[in-house]
C-alpha cells in the first residue's frame, strides 16, 4: 500500500504578508487542488493525508466536497514545524502502508512520471527524492555581499518533492533527528544521520514550489500546457 502526504501547514511568509499561498487561485482552482489532483489521480497512490493548520479543516473540507477526488483521504492536524508536521502524517498511516510520498502542498506541477519513478526507487533503496542538477554557477557569500568562493557544481544537485521513503526507513530516521534535538527543513537529511541511502530521481520536467508571487506565473503556464 502505498500512501502520499502532502503537507499544507505551512504559513508560507514569502509570499507576502496575510497571503496564503496555497489557495492563491491558479488555472481556474488553488494551488493546493492541483497538488492534491496529482497524487490523486495517479494509480500508485491508494490514500492521501493531507497535514493542514488547525483551523483550517473545514476549508480543506469543503476543497474536498467540491474538488472531484476520488481516493480516501484525510485530514490531520500539523505541528509547530514541518519536521513536526511529516511526523504528524507519518504516525496517522496506517500499518498496512509500506511506501509513503512526502509531498509539498505548494508544488502542484509535480508529474505522474515522477511520483512512479520516485515510488519504485523508494522501493528498491529504501529511500528516493525528485531532483535536477544545479545547472547555474553557485557562489559562496560569507557576509552575503561579496562572493567568497565559486562552488563546483558538477556535483551539486535540487532536491524537490515527492520525497518517497519505505515507512520504516523514514520513521526511524525523523525518530533519530527529533532524539537528536535537530529540526530539520528536508526529509532526505534525516535519512543522511541513520545513514540511509537516498536515491536521486531525476525529473525530466520543470516541477517548481509557488514561494513568491512571480512563481504563480510559471506554474499557470506550466499547468494550462500540462492540459
Known amino acids: 500500500m502505498v500512501s502520499a502526504i502532502i503537507v499544507a501547514a505551512g504559513k508560507g511568509t514569502r509570499m ?15 494551488v493546493v487542488a492541483h497538488t ?7 494509480p500508485v497512490i491508494d490514500e492521501i493525508v493531507l ?25 490531520v492536524a500539523g505541528g509547530a514545524e514541518r519536521q513536526d508536521s511529516v511526523w504528524n502524517g507519518l ?9 509513503v ?20 526507487a523508494a522501493r528498491e533503496t529504501g529511500a528516493a527524492v525528485a531532483a535536477q542538477p544545479v545547472t547555474d554557477t553557485i557562489k559562496e557569500t560569507v557576509d552575503g555581499k561579496l562572493i567568497s568562493r565559486t562552488i563546483d557544481r558538477s556535483k551539486l544537485w535540487s532536491v524537490q518533492t515527492p520525497q ?7 520513521r526511524r530516521a525523523i525518530s533519530a533527528a527529533r532524539e537528536m534535538g535537530l ?3 528536508d526529509d532526505t537529511a534525516a535519512c543522511e544521520l541513520i545513514g540511509q541511502p537516498v536515491r536521486l530521481v531525476n ?25
Open 16 to 30: 507576502g504578508a496575510n497571503v496564503d499561498k496555497l489557495w492563491l487561485e491558479v488555472a481556474g482552482r488553488p
Open 36 to 42: 492534491w489532483k496529482q497524487f490523486d489521480t495517479n
Open 51 to 75: 497535514v493542514v493548520r488547525s483551523g483550517m479543516e473545514s476549508q480543506f473540507a469543503q476543497l474536498a466536497a467540491h474538488g472531484e477526488f476520488q481516493k480516501p483521504f484525510r485530514l
Open 91 to 99: 504516525t496517522s498511516l496506517c500499518d498496512q502502508v509500506e511506501i
Open 101 to 120: 510520498a512526502i509531498q509539498d502542498a505548494a508544488r502542484p506541477c509535480t508529474s505522474r512520471e515522477l511520483i512512479l519513478a520516485t515510488v519504485a
Open 164 to 170: 518517497t521513503f519505505q515507512v520504516a526507513v523514514i
Open 183 to 185: 529540526l530539520l527543513t
Open 203 to 227: 525529473g525530466n520536467r520543470p516541477n517548481p514550489k509557488v514561494t513568491v508571487p512571480g512563481d504563480l506565473l510559471v506554474v499557470e503556464s506550466l499547468l494550462k500546457n500540462e492540459r
